[in-house]
């Protein structure tokens, strides 16, 4: 596992962030996506004629950064400029129910949104960097739950649900669908997740663990992207509290230190949300030596 705390909040038990490969869990359903067109699945199937498949791996950055929760809704531009088409949900209402957003743009608009984080007094409290590789997840790591924790979010049907989890992480899963496909793309899938801080070397005992993982696949997207793609993620405006799958996956209730406006400069801590910007720096295909 791949871990990487974040350098603010060393001491903080609520920011916490960092990568970690874990086998995919089986799902316990199949996954049914909104806006899924034809021309965007991945071809099924290896490559005929090899005996070793070449591995393909997706090279990302995630940006995270602290808000001023007041702030929040003047956001709203940010929004509005971003786009949704070919994102794809299990049930769009049910993802933001949960209060989740999620926006894509490419590298041109970056500046623009680093400027528009700026203007509200955002600051950038970490960088990661994460490789994903075809059917293999990766875990982006939002926050320990250091005990027992009662969440309530809303499932793929709109139905209210409650999950007793921890202790453990909140992470972000990530992996790529690409399905041994060759080419320029990464098929992203993302969801959170509750995740165990390791899983046991014996087999038997590793498919015991990950039965007490909990994914929420309401909170779940999928999109395409290319080298110079992004994309952000972030809470409505209105996002609940930690009982919340939204409010414990966005809060830091231990707030930070913040810019005030004014001829004396001055800082004062405010409780904070979280904002990620998640960059597609490079796609590498590696063809293996036959």
Not at 44 to 51: A, H, L, T, Y
Not at 146 to 173: M, W
Not at 232 to 237: A, F, Q, S
Request: with cysteine; hydrophobic share 40%.
């Amino acid at each position: 596992m791949k871990s990487l705390l974040w350098s603010t909040y060393i001491t903080s038990l609520l920011l916490v962030a960092g990568c970690s490969f874990r086998a995919q869990p089986k799902e316990e359903s199949p996954e049914i996506w909104e806006q899924t067109k034809l021309g965007e699945l991945a071809p099924v199937g290896g490559f005929p004629g090899r005996e070793v498949t070449p591995l393909v791996t997706t090279n990302l950055t995630a940006h995270i950064y602290d808000i001023p929760a007041d702030k929040l809704p003047q956001l709203s531009s940010l929004w509005q400029n971003l786009e949704l088409q070919g994102i794809r949900f299990r049930n769009h209402q049910a993802f933001r129910s949960n209060a989740f957003r999620i926006g894509r743009a490419d590298l041109e608009k970056w500046e623009w949104i680093q400027m528009s984080l700026g203007q509200i007094g955002a600051i950038k409290v970490s960088s990661c960097t994460l490789m994903l590789s075809d059917q293999e997840d990766t875990d982006l790591r939002i926050r320990p739950i250091p005990q027992r924790h009662n969440l309530h979010f809303t499932n793929s049907k709109q139905e209210a649900q409650q999950a007793d989890i921890g202790p453990g992480y909140l992470v972000l899963r990530m992996r790529d669908d690409r399905n041994y496909t060759l080419d320029q793309v990464c098929r992203l899938t993302a969801y959170p997740t509750f995740a165990l801080e390791s899983l046991p070397a014996s087999p038997e005992l590793a498919q015991h663990v990950k039965k007490q993982e909990v994914a929420f696949m309401a909170a779940g997207f999928k999109l395409n992207l290319r080298p110079n793609d992004l994309f952000v993620l972030g809470p409505e405006d209105y996002y609940g509290d930690q009982s919340t799958l939204g409010g414990l996956f966005f809060i830091n209730e231990s707030g930070n230190l913040f810019s005030q406006p004014g001829p004396h400069r001055s800082s004062q801590r405010k409780q904070a949300v979280r904002l990620m910007v998640v960059v597609c720096n490079a796609i590498h295909l590696n063809e293996p030596m036959l």
